[in-house]
C-alpha cells in the first residue's frame, strides 16, 4: 500500500534530480527563453502518485477541460490525457519545456487532446484563464504544483480568475499552512474570511489540497468523495 512517506521520499529524489540537471542546462541555454526570474516554482516532475491522487481528489472525467498551471515537461497532462481522455492545456513559460511537453504528447498518441501554449504566469490576466486562455476552451478543473511562495506571488491572479470562472483547483504543496502570504493573503489563507474555502480530504495526507468550484459548500464536496478511489495508486503509465 502507497504511503505519504513512500510518496515524499520519492518527490525528493526527482526534486534533487531535476535541479542537478537544471545547474547543468543553464549553462548551455543562454539563447532559449526559459522561466528564470519570471518562475513561480522551478521545474520538477511531479512524482506519478502524487499526480494520480491530486487528478483523482480533483475528480477529473473525460468531459473536463484539464489545464496544468506550470506544466513542464507535460507528463501530469499526458498521463491525464492517457487514462481519462479528457482535454488538457498545459501553460508554461519555459521553450524547451513546452517542446518536450508537445513531443511526448505526440509520442503516447495523444497530440489531439493536449496543447500547450507560452504563458508567465506572474503576468496572466484572470479573465483569460477563467474563459480559455488563447482560444483554448475554458479551464473546469485546474493544477496546480507550484512553490509555497510561487502560488503565493500567483494568489490574486488565481483567485480572481476561480471567482469568474467554473472550475475547481488541485494543488500539491507539503505544508498549505506554511503556504500564506500574510501580507497579500495568499491563494489559500484561511484566515482571511473571503470565501475560499480548502477541502482536506483523503488526499491532504500526500499533500494533495482542493478548492471546490464557486458555489459549491466544502460540506457537498466532501460528500462526494470516495476515498478508497482517490487513495488507489494503480501502476505507472510510461509517458517517456
Given at each position: 500500500m502507497t504511503s505519504p512517506e513512500d510518496v515524499s521520499r520519492a518527490q525528493q529524489a526527482l526534486l534533487r534530480?531535476?535541479?542537478?540537471?537544471?545547474?547543468?542546462?543553464?549553462?548551455?541555454?543562454e539563447d532559449a527563453r526559459w522561466a528564470g526570474e519570471a518562475s513561480l516554482a522551478p521545474f520538477a516532475p511531479t512524482e506519478p502518485r502524487r499526480a494520480r491522487i491530486a487528478l483523482r481528489a480533483l475528480r477529473v472525467r473525460e468531459d473536463d477541460v484539464l489545464y496544468d498551471l506550470g506544466s513542464g515537461d507535460g507528463r501530469v497532462l499526458v498521463a491525464a490525457a492517457l487514462e481519462i481522455g479528457c482535454r488538457c492545456v498545459g501553460l508554461e513559460l519555459d521553450d524547451e519545456l513546452r517542446a518536450r511537453a508537445t513531443a511526448l504528447a505526440e509520442s503516447a498518441g495523444v497530440g489531439r487532446l493536449c496543447e500547450f501554449h507560452a504563458c508567465d504566469l506572474s503576468q496572466i490576466h484572470p479573465r483569460e484563464l477563467a474563459s480559455g486562455f488563447a482560444g483554448a476552451a475554458a479551464p473546469t478543473a485546474c493544477f496546480a504544483w507550484l512553490t509555497g511562495s510561487g502560488l503565493s506571488r500567483f494568489s490574486r491572479r488565481l483567485r480572481e480568475a476561480w471567482e469568474r470562472g467554473a472550475f475547481r483547483i488541485a494543488t500539491c504543496v507539503d505544508s498549505l499552512d506554511s503556504c500564506v502570504d500574510y501580507e497579500r493573503d495568499g491563494a489559500f489563507a484561511e484566515h482571511a474570511d473571503v470565501g475560499w474555502r480548502v477541502h482536506r480530504g483523503a488526499a491532504a495526507e500526500f499533500g494533495v489540497f482542493v478548492v471546490p468550484p464557486r458555489g459549491v459548500s466544502l460540506e457537498r464536496w466532501a460528500e462526494d468523495e470516495d476515498e478508497s478511489d482517490v487513495l488507489a495508486c494503480e501502476p505507472e503509465i510510461e509517458t517517456e
Open positions: 534530480d531535476a535541479l542537478a540537471r537544471r545547474r547543468d542546462a543553464d549553462v548551455l541555454r
